[in-house]
Structure formats: C-alpha cells, structure tokens
C-alpha cells in the first residue's frame, strides 16, 4: 500500500510539474511583457527539463517568441552553447541581439569569428553587444581581433570596435597593434589605443616615444 500511494504521489507530482512548464511556457509567448518576464525566470530554475521545449520555441516563425526563447535559453547553464551559433544566422537583429548578449554572459570562443562580423553590422546595439563578448573572451579572442585588424584597414566604425575590444582586454600580444593604432587619423582610436597601453603599463613609453 505504501509503495502504491508513493508511485501515485510522484505521477502526481511529475504532471504537477509538467502542467506548471505548460502554463509557464504559454506566459511566456502571450505577448504580456511582465507576465513573459516573470514566466522567464521562473523557466530558468527548471534548468534542463525546460531546454527542448524552449528550443522548440527559438525555431518559431513569430521573432517575438524566438526573442523570449532564446532570451530564457541564454540564462540556462546547461543549455548547448553550439546551438547558439546557428541562432546567430536569425534573420531578426533583435533575435541576434539576444543571442549574443547570452553569449557575453557565457564566452565561446568558436562564436569569435561570427561576432567579429556583427563588428560592420549596421546595427549599432549589435555591433556593440558584439564588441562586449568579444572582450568577455579575452584573451581567447586576441589573435581573432589582430587578424580583423590587419584585414580590416578602414578607420571605421568596426576597426574603433575592435580596438576598444582588443585594448580592453589588455594581453601584451597586441601592444605592437595598439602602438601603431597611435599614429592613425581616428581621435577615437588613438584614444582607445591609449588606454589599451594604459591597462598594460606601457604610457610613460608611448609618451616617452612623442
């Protein structure tokens, strides 16, 4: 009888929790923003139990519900961080945001190559939001960042990225990089150039150098 009124009690307690993944799941695609927000971090403490679902979700024709779906994915530690590269192709800039602000709060270092290309996106949060995981890789980013910057010679809005990432990380590999990018036209990039030899100790010699 015991072991009867257990089985019970655990079915009872698994459709409990599956009925709860269910309505937390409709919330968090209704089109409410507080209710999906709410239902957002609620999903995340399901961990792995919530990530097919939500992936299911992430290949949705509605970029809103992909957004949320990959917003939630983004927070769960054990979610497949591979999958995240593909979802960098999504034809939604805002979908791509989310992806890469994920991929900020979790570095990869295989996304190095695709976040470098959002550094000539037209969208600026995107470029931006590109340019912050990039230096959250650190220093698994440097030779990926040299060699954008070797290639990509425009004084441009995604040469001043890089830079910013590359003096932000602050790894002495790129020190001939930033004492070149001294001398360029941009004031922008000569200060970021600065700063990067700042962080590696290196001003009294730049300034020693004019």
Same mark, same amino acid.
Request: charged share 25%; aromatic share 6%; glycine share 4%.
């Given at each position: ?5 257990? #089985?019970? +009690? ?11 993944? $269910?309505?937390?799941?409709?919330? /968090?695609?209704?089109?409410? $923003?507080? %209710? ?10 399901? &961990? ?8 299911? /979700?992430?290949? +949705? ?5 992909? *957004? ?6 983004? @927070? ?6 591979? *999958? ?21 709060? #979790? ?7 695709? /976040? ?6 037209? $969208?600026?949060?995107? #470029? +931006? ?8 890789? &650190? ?9 954008? !910057?070797?290639?990509?010679?425009? @004084? ?21 990089? !930033? ?12 200060? *970021?150039?600065?700063?990067? %030899?700042?962080?590696? &100790? ?9």
């Amino acid at each position: 009888m015991d072991s009867h009124r257990y #089985r019970r +009690s655990a079915r009872s307690s698994t459709r409990a929790k599956i009925n709860n993944l $269910d309505a937390l799941l409709a919330d /968090l695609t209704c089109g409410n $923003d507080a %209710l999906a927000e709410t239902a957002m971090h609620k999903l995340v403490a399901f &961990g792995t139990e919530a990530v097919s679902a939500l992936r299911e /979700l992430a290949n +949705s024709p509605d970029s809103d519900v992909r *957004w949320w779906a990959i917003s939630t994915l983004a @927070q769960i530690d054990d979610a497949d961080v591979d *999958w995240f590269l593909a979802a960098l192709d999504d034809e939604s800039v805002e979908v791509q945001q989310a992806v890469v602000l994920g991929l900020t709060a #979790r570095p990869y270092p295989k996304a190095a190559p695709a /976040l470098l290309d959002f550094l000539q996106h037209s $969208d600026s949060m995107l #470029r +931006s939001l590109a340019m912050n995981a990039l230096v959250a890789l &650190g220093t698994d980013a440097t030779l990926a960042l040299l060699g954008f !910057l070797e290639s990509h010679t425009a @004084q441009d809005a995604a040469r001043l990225s890089a830079v910013r990432a590359i003096a932000s990380i602050a790894d002495k590999r790129a020190i001939p990089v !930033l004492m070149a990018a001294l001398e360029e036209d941009s004031a922008l990039i000569r200060h *970021w150039a600065e700063e990067g %030899l700042e962080k590696l &100790g290196l001003d009294m010699v730049y300034m020693k150098l004019d």
